[in-house]
């Protein structure tokens, strides 16, 4: 017990002394499976009036629904030189953070070739956007028989490593030609003499040109103005290197003149919309392909309330959803906002716990995604009402010289708040593979906010199974709120428990109990790994995962004791949580439970397999989610109905 002081005396000084670097200004990468809708950016007719960018949102890439009654979302006069803006481009950035969007400066009332800026913006959140004008005349030299300059798109271009401006030029005397230079850092301003990026090899007039990357081949779609009046496409491997294959063939699906291509991935689906705008007859035409060379009309299958011309659409998330919604009201038909996934990126079996230093909610879990459940670091994320959720950084890391014993799997973390001596303390435990060998091991990380910096203990505080076999993994701790005691629960293939010491960095070794439930089969409660314990009303609830976390069967069984230790009698119905494959809910167990304090309402806090990923193999990439759990008037839990 001495030695055990010492340590923890020794912990709390190095949690003082060192300062670990701040995760906090870091953002979590988004994903492909984060998105749950689509914004579309357009603008509505050739009057200075209607000559500004407008929201739109969908759901399924089909059904758009205007935001802000149709009325714009930037004031024109604000943001261009003209008084007006036409083509938006928006754009994400490889973070997946910012969002780049350039314009045409323009009021068509004044001719068209009228103009000669675009407008570059940057957002990080959709809502405000800064910007700056480019006037082709002001910014270079030589520009005087420049008459036009029109239809601003952005791509980045990997050789560079920069964001590439690309745009039609026209001077007098010449063909339009679509040109290009790289944007700076801050997205302010271009860098270096514009030069041509594409050129036709008939030498005719060109724009509107839309640049998409797919199996490591460009393809820019443009219209050829003046001659054709339709989309074409070309194809390179390399954006500056002058080498353009054109395909022969027009890409639209009209007789009619059209303009103003914009090409979009439907989520998590192997299609690609192309749009474009069929001006003459006041109209835009969708199509689906999924190689961007063979297209069929689907008009039938989109539905808008507003009449857009010439735009472009990203999909988003359901934050940037939310915050834009928030900002612009709601479309009533747009319907209900998905609660679940509640984390972006791949993550598995969550922690919750509801501080009372801070107020707020924080998640912890396994960073998932990684071959073998291979994740080396936890990360986590506080929120104050459960649904929006802040990204706190990276808390521990495994590979780092922060965790001296362990260099990987990271697995399947729980945290305790204790009141020690007036100041709130916070123990971190974890599995992780031990650098010397080994199986798996549960350590212990301390620190003085939720948020960290921990500092872990410098060695496992659990190293062998009481049972002879399984893995040490998938840790919980529970303070009983009757004797204060906290208890440490864990095991792969045996569930065993034990309290702990009043440093919370180690067991009373006598206390040390196999409470493996018995029987059972995978259909129903056989225990397997991940036991959860709490409290409420005189018993102590105890639940745990079936099956394998690959299986789209994992799922969540539950008994009831009338002490912290056992013996646990299984619930007569014990299936908590199971898969749903009518609304491709597969694997949702591994799971928490969060009692909002002072209140019987309660939540269960679960990993389930992304959809997307089930054919791949073993679950590996797995998201976080939140649904309702509720009791009947005997105490039994009600089964959950996952949500999406």
């Given amino acids: 017990m001495r030695n055990t002081m010492k340590q923890f005396a020794i912990a709390i000084s190095l949690m003082l002394a060192i300062t670990l670097p701040s995760f906090s200004q870091q953002q979590h990468p988004i994903v492909e499976k984060d998105y749950v809708a689509y914004l579309f950016t357009y603008f509505t007719g050739n009057h200075i009036s209607e000559e500004a960018v407008c929201y739109a949102v969908s759901m399924d890439g089909y059904t758009y629904w205007a935001l802000n009654d149709g009325k714009p979302v930037l004031d024109s006069k604000v943001i261009s030189s003209t008084g007006g803006v036409r083509d938006p481009h928006i754009l994400r950035s490889q973070d997946g953070h910012t969002f780049y969007m350039v314009v045409t400066d323009m009021v068509s009332d004044n001719g068209w070739d009228s103009n000669r800026a675009m407008v570059l913006l940057k957002s990080n959140d959709l809502v405000n956007w800064t910007h700056s004008i480019i006037n082709m005349q002001k910014r270079y030299k030589g520009q005087e028989k420049l008459k036009r300059v029109w239809a601003p798109q952005t791509v980045f271009d990997p050789e560079a490593g920069k964001y590439m401006v690309y745009w039609s030029m026209q001077y007098a005397g010449g063909a339009d030609i679509i040109y290009y230079a790289y944007a700076n850092d801050d997205f302010t301003d271009l860098i270096g003499e514009p030069k041509p990026l594409f050129i036709p090899e008939n030498k005719k007039s060109c724009i509107d040109g ?57 989520i998590n689906q192997d299609k690609y919309i192309l749009m474009y705008d069929v001006y003459m007859k006041g109209k835009y035409q969708f199509t689906e392909t999924t190689d961007l060379k063979n297209f069929k009309v689907i008009d039938s299958e989109v539905k808008m309330n507003f009449h857009p011309r010439h735009g472009t659409i990203i999909p988003i998330t359901r934050d940037e959803l939310i915050r834009i919604t928030d900002k612009w009201g709601r479309p009533a038909e747009l319907g209900a906002i998905p609660n679940n996934p509640v984390l972006p990126g791949f993550h598995a079996d969550p922690e919750i716990l509801y501080s009372n230093k801070t107020k707020k909610y924080y998640i912890y879990s396994t960073t998932d995604g990684q071959p073998g459940w291979g994740g080396w670091y936890f990360t ?58 080994g199986g798996k091991q549960i350590g212990v990380a301390m620190a003085d906010s939720p948020t960290g910096p921990f500092t872990d203990l410098g060695q496992p505080i659990i190293t062998d ?39 919370m960095i180690s067991i009373k070794k006598k206390t040390l109990t196999v409470m493996t439930p018995e029987g059972g089969t995978l259909q129903d409660y056989a225990f397997r790994e991940a036991p959860y314990v709490f409290y409420r009303n005189g018993l102590y609830y105890f639940m745990w995962s079936v099956d ?22 299984v619930a007569k119905d014990p299936i908590v949580l199971i898969q749903n494959p009518e609304k491709q809910i597969y694997g949702p167990a591994h799971n928490a439970v969060l009692q909002i304090p002072g209140t019987d309402e309660w939540y269960i806090v679960y990993h389930r ?22 009791f009947n008037a005997d105490g039994t839990i009600k089964p959950v109905v996952p949500t999406l």
């Fill in 548 to 569: 394998d976390t690959g299986s789209p069967n994992y799922h969540v069984a539950y008994g009831t004791s009338k002490s912290p230790l056992g013996p646990i009698e």
């Fill in 210 to 266: 839309d640049i998409v990357y797919k199996d490591g081949v460009f393809h820019l779609f443009y219209k050829t103005e003046g001659h054709g009046n339709g989309i074409k496409v070309a194809t390179t491997r390399s954006l500056t290197s002058g080498q353009w294959k054109e395909e022969p063939d027009y890409k639209q699906q009209t007789k009619d003149a059209v303009e103003g291509a914009g090409t979009f991935k439907l």
């Fill in 465 to 503: 199974s009481p049972v002879g076999h399984g893995q040490q993994i998938d840790v919980d701790v529970f303070t009983d709120p009757v004797s204060g005691k906290s208890y440490l629960y864990w095991g792969n293939g045996y569930m065993a428990g034990a309290e702990l010491n009043k440093d």
């Fill in 380 to 437: 986590v994320f506080s929120s104050t009402d459960l649904k929006n959720w802040n990204y706190e950084g990276v808390m521990l890391d495994l590979k780092s010289e922060q965790v001296p014993w362990a260099n990987g799997n990271a697995w399947a973390p729980c945290i305790e708040e204790k009141l020690i001596k007036g100041e709130y303390k916070y123990f971190f435990y974890y599995s992780g593979n031990p650098a010397k060998g």
């Fill in 609 to 630: 397999i992304n959809k997307n990923f089930l054919k791949d193999g073993p679950g590996v990439h797995r998201e976080v989610c939140i649904d309702r759990m509720e």
